[in-house]
């Protein structure tokens, strides 16, 4: 449906276009000359075949990411049930508690964890006991789970809520207990509300470098502190073209599970 | 018919207002009953409390003589329309109507059999694979039927089924429900707050207002022997005047008095006299039993809607011959138009049309007309 835009439209819209073709678009196109220069500005394909010897560091990347969403998605399913389901009341209560974590700073929150899990954190003295913790990638699951749970919880408890009341009732009224109403018809139609925290989380999780370098503890590197590195180091053509193919890649990632939430139930009510 | 359904002493309250007061009442198996009442009057919750969707405050409900106050929903043998439908949007047609045979696992071929038997009752054949969100209303309609018949319930309950369809849909729509109901043989308990519908479709009229059941008959009974002003209003249109019975078939109303044809009451009780509007014969005035002025004459198609003050009150008469405004006419009454009721809480309140639209326009102009 074409619909002829007034200027009105166009006068709203300028102050966010300006914006972004500043501040998106032109570093987008920055990013892409430095990838396909050498270091004196030439043309060059050395900066894409380089990124080969970084493929562990991207396969490590997308491990502990898919680990931490999948985390969240466990978490974060029954809480955001639980939330939509609550009185209107608690819910409110329930959604700023779980937003207060994000009032604090993203990086003060992750060295807190790091004194709290540390060798000799505030965990350990407490205990008495010497777990070995940040450094593992388990602490920097942990971490990314800590930080970016909200982001699964929050989209998939407004798509729970928004679902009709009817549905509930319709499949109690054909036959479904509690568990069989949650698995055969909420389940599948908070699907676009999962799609969403599931991209919200991953992708942060996948491009982080502060979680990793604080409560990896500086034993491996992922992706997102490779990018830093090179960037701290001056090498901007390699980091630009690492960001180019983490950017592609992400776009194919979002591409595809769109498509799952199209096909499969992405339709809300 | 055996009962089927028996509520015994139900009553229910929303945050301490009462929606249902102890109400009483059984429902006979194969029956069509319908709950026919104003908005608020606790039809919807009667229902709901049936399908197992609320729980009474007080009292139980009996299923083929079995307790069942403390079933859930989904244990229950009724099946239910809902106003809205409530399809599964995830789900097509098919899939929206095999839903209650996969929950209850059955086998494939015989959901493919039941869900294409549906399909052809309610005809929907070759719609299977398309999607929910794709259908008119009417066909949504079809297949919130469809899915709730397949797994054959005893009952089915429907909620105010077809409050979101157009006039012309909604009739063909009420044959259609009504001729599946005898096809099938089963127990229809239907909402509406549509007098018509209740009265075209169902066996019994349950009529209720204020949480409390008004009269339970068949819609002839209904109509012809209401049992106060409530439901002589709300079935259809009534004049409604104070009358006094002065002996067994004679009634004294504005100031005349007519034969008619009930009886026992006590002699001189004040009872409320209703009169259809088209059992009024229109004569010349000195015919007449009692002589009115025309105040508002309104073409409605079939006949004419004709409103006529008698000593102030405002009587309203249906003709198929046209009368002019400001004429002086005559009315006729046959003894057997003239219902008789007790005087009830709903005495006065209903059956003058002096409220009636046409006579506040007319009101306001003449108060227009003063301000000169």
Not at chain 2, 349 to 368: K, N, V
């Amino acid at each position: 449906m074409k619909k002829k835009r007034s200027l009105m439209q166009y006068i709203c819209a300028a102050p966010h276009i300006f914006w972004a073709v500043l501040f998106i678009v032109l570093p987008l196109i920055i990013v892409l000359g430095y990838a396909f220069t050498d270091a004196d500005g030439n043309f060059s394909f050395s900066n894409i075949t380089s990124l080969t010897d970084y493929a562990p560091i991207f396969g490590l990347s997308l491990e502990l990411a898919i680990i931490a969403t999948a985390v969240c998605l466990f978490i974060g399913y029954p809480l955001a049930y639980f939330i939509a389901k609550a009185k209107p009341r608690t819910q409110k209560i329930l959604i700023m508690l779980l937003m207060l974590p994000m009032w604090t700073n993203l990086l003060i929150r992750t060295y807190s964890i790091m004194a709290i899990l540390d060798d000799g954190g505030f965990l350990n003295s407490l205990l008495n006991t010497s777990f070995h913790i940040v450094g593992t990638k388990g602490a920097v699951i942990f971490g990314m789970v800590y930080d970016f749970l909200p982001y699964m919880v929050l989209p998939i408890y407004t798509c729970i809520s928004k679902i009709d009341k009817n549905m509930w009732e319709a499949a109690a009224d054909l036959g479904c207990s509690p568990v069989t109403t949650l698995v055969k018809v909420i389940f599948p139609l908070s699907m676009s509300g999962i799609i969403s925290g599931v991209t919200m989380v991953l992708v942060p999780s996948i491009s982080t470098f502060y979680i990793s370098q604080k409560l990896g503890g500086g034993t491996f590197e992922l992706i997102g502190d490779t990018i830093e590195r090179q960037f701290v180091t001056g090498a901007l053509n390699v980091g630009a073209a690492i960001s180019l193919v983490m950017m592609i890649l992400i776009l194919i990632s979002i591409g595809i599970m769109n498509k799952f939430s199209d096909e499969d139930g992405g339709i809300i009510v | 018919m055996a009962k089927l359904i028996e509520l015994k002493g139900i009553s229910k309250s929303y945050d301490g207002e009462k929606v249902i007061d102890s109400m009483d009442l059984y429902i006979r198996d194969k029956e069509f009953i319908t709950f026919l009442g104003p908005s608020g009057c606790g039809k919807t919750t009667t229902l709901r409390i049936i399908g197992g969707f609320e729980t009474a405050d007080e009292g139980q409900v009996y299923f083929d003589g079995v307790d069942i106050s403390d079933v859930p929903a989904y244990k229950r043998q009724v099946n239910t329309v809902f106003q809205k439908y409530a399809l599964f949007p995830h789900l097509n047609v098919y899939e929206n109507i095999a839903f209650p045979l996969r929950i209850k696992k059955l086998p494939e071929d015989e959901i493919r059999t039941r869900v294409t038997d549906m399909l052809k009752m309610v005809a929907l054949v070759g719609f299977e694979n398309k999607s929910v969100s794709t259908l008119s209303g009417g066909q949504q309609q079809r297949v919130a039927i469809a899915r709730a018949l397949v797994s054959h319930p005893r009952v089915l309950l429907l909620d105010e089924p077809l409050g979101a369809l157009d006039l012309k849909l909604r009739k063909d729509m009420q044959n259609e429900l009504k001729s599946i109901q005898q096809a099938i043989g089963i127990t229809f308990v239907y909402v509406t707050h549509d007098q018509e519908e209740a009265l075209s479709m169902s066996d019994t009229v349950v009529v209720m207002a204020d949480g409390e059941i008004q009269q339970i008959g068949t819609p002839t009974d209904i109509y012809n022997e209401p049992k106060n002003a409530f439901v002589a209003d709300f079935i259809g249109e009534s004049n409604i005047i104070d009358g006094v019975m002065l002996e067994d078939k004679r009634v004294k109303f504005a100031s005349h008095v007519f034969d008619c044809v009930d009886g026992g009451y006590d002699k001189n009780e004040a009872v409320d006299v209703v009169i259809r509007p088209e059992d009024v014969d229109v004569v010349a005035p000195d015919k007449g039993m009692l002589q009115g002025q025309v105040t508002a004459v309104t073409f409605k198609g079939v006949h004419y809607e004709i409103i006529v003050d008698i000593k102030g009150f405002k009587w309203m008469i249906q003709s198929t011959d046209y009368v002019e405004p400001d004429a002086i006419i005559g009315l006729y009454i046959e003894p057997d138009a003239i219902h008789i009721m007790k005087k009830s809480k709903y005495s006065g309140m209903f059956g003058d049309y002096s409220s009636f639209s046409d006579e506040i326009d007319q009101l306001s102009d003449a108060d227009a007309a003063l301000e000169f």
